[in-house]
């Protein structure tokens, strides 16, 4: 068999399975995903408040811990109502698809190595195939359907806006995160996420691929929707985006999934950068002490999901630290910033490929020194870059008054607020009012 078949076929052994491990399994996965969404609403609200010097929830169990509970009660007993409206059948559709979307994403993600249940073998894994990573990618487009139909289907503006921008969030960020993948399909030989954990037996994706990993920290926030990327929910603008007109549980599906969705994005992370469910250097060489392994049996499946929930941190961290991006920015940022990073990454990865197949220099070595050079750069460009922006020759000679550019509201059909640099123009109101204060004074 040749060396390219071999890549392609998963390292995940069922063969032992049963349609009761499957059900097992299938079974544990969405019992794991409510559960951590009910965990994540409680660590995001008691995070958020001891960032922002408040207390968070305090009222509804220990800690405020039953407070998750109590809200999914409020969403079951709340009344639902229906658009006279709206597109009935995708209006209903819309939730169920991003939720079933969201809840098919784990079933590909390994969570440990082979173990034994109830005298079988089987990996801690659902399911496995050559294109798993490419499975993912799929579904996670799909799901991103859901919020645009619901928008779409309640024949409502602010709903409507929400949906366009979900679309092109979609369309923007999907792109650079999948182009950041693309590099470690290159170096892992396969699309199979057990493959993928495999090949980092020795040494993790999270350091010779650091550039790829850059590029899908920043936009799996925009594939999820969070700060500083929630333009589709944005509350000042849109009310509450896709979601203004659901009640109910066809809201508390979208809820579902948004959280479910950062759950996925996190495994995704741990499996394709940090080496899955295997334990770090340190854990290896402290269990060496001892002669135990630490990846074997049903202990990694504890490192996989402390790597998934350091990632869940990190996004309630940024949420609860920087605000909601201008929209110009935000899309300047994923195709001007993220797209060409990704592509320049990707064709050097190929080229290092390449130059590995047909010489003795190690792979890995090239690409820390790539990275090495990346990461300077980087520093070099935080520490002199600066925000001042350039001026004009005339504005260094003395005396120069800089006026600032005529601003028309509606220069582009719609009302549109200043720019920087730009000024509204004088209000008529207040000509009224100082013509009518300059009479008075005259008259007396």
């Known amino acids: 068999m040749s060396p390219h078949i071999l890549a392609a076929v998963p390292v995940?052994?069922?063969?032992?399975?049963?349609?009761?491990?499957?059900?097992?399994?299938?079974?544990?996965?969405?019992?794991?995903?409510?559960?951590?969404?009910?965990?994540?609403?409680?660590?995001?609200?008691?995070?958020?408040?001891?960032?922002?010097?408040?207390?968070?929830?305090?009222?509804?169990?220990?800690?405020?811990?039953?407070?998750?509970?109590?809200?999914?009660?409020?969403?079951?007993?709340?009344?639902?109502?229906?658009?006279?409206g709206a597109d009935k059948v995708i209006y209903f559709l819309s939730p169920v698809l991003a939720a079933a979307c969201a809840f098919t994403v784990m079933a590909v993600i390994p969570m440990g190595p082979e173990v034994s249940l109830f005298g079988h073998t089987t990996p801690l894994q659902l399911a496995d195939s050559p294109v798993a990573m490419l499975f993912i990618i799929a579904v996670a487009a799909l799901g991103e359907y859901g919020l645009v139909f619901g928008g779409w289907s309640t024949r409502s503006t602010l709903p409507l806006y929400g949906s366009v921008r979900s679309a092109t969030q979609m369309i923007s960020y999907e792109l650079a995160l999948g182009l950041s993948l693309v590099t470690v399909f290159l170096t892992a030989g396969s699309m199979s996420t057990s493959t993928i954990v495999d090949k980092q037996a020795g040494l993790w994706n999270i350091i010779p691929l650091f550039p790829a990993f850059a590029v899908y920290l920043v936009s799996m926030f925009g594939e999820t929707n969070r700060l500083p990327f929630d333009l589709p929910e944005a509350e000042g603008e849109l009310v509450a985006g896709h979601t203004t007109e659901y009640s109910s549980m066809k809201f508390a599906w979208f809820y579902l999934s948004e959280y479910i969705n950062m759950l996925n994005v996190s495994m995704i992370a741990t499996t394709v950068f940090l080496g899955g469910w295997r334990a770090g250097p340190i854990v290896t060489w402290i269990y060496s002490w001892w002669g135990g392994d630490p990846n074997h049996g049903w202990i990694p499946m504890l490192w996989f999901f402390l790597k998934t929930w350091l990632f869940m941190f990190i996004m309630i961290w940024v949420r609860g630290t920087l605000m909601r991006m201008r929209y110009d920015h935000f899309m300047k940022l994923g195709w001007k910033i993220l797209i060409p990073t990704a592509l320049t990454w990707l064709v050097l990865v190929t080229i290092i490929q390449g130059i590995a197949a047909f010489s003795t220099i190690s792979r890995n070595a090239m690409l820390l020194a790539i990275v090495a050079v990346f990461v300077v750069a980087l520093i070099l460009i935080w520490i002199f870059g600066g925000d001042e922006e350039p001026k004009d020759a005339k504005e260094e000679e003395p005396g120069f008054v800089r006026r600032e550019e005529e601003f028309d509201a509606f220069a582009g059909g719609f009302p549109v607020p200043p720019m920087p640099g730009q000024s509204l123009p004088p209000s008529p109101r207040a000509k009224r009012s100082e013509h009518t204060t300059h009479e008075e004074v005259d008259h007396v």
Do not use: C
């Open 12 to 84: 995940a052994d069922f063969s032992d399975d049963t349609w009761w491990i499957w059900v097992i399994k299938a079974v544990f996965i969405l019992l794991y995903l409510i559960m951590s969404v009910i965990l994540a609403l409680w660590v995001e609200r008691r995070g958020l408040g001891r960032m922002q010097t408040r207390l968070g929830p305090n009222r509804v169990g220990p800690m405020g811990f039953g407070q998750a509970f109590a809200d999914a009660l409020k969403l079951l007993i709340k009344e639902d109502f229906w658009l006279a």
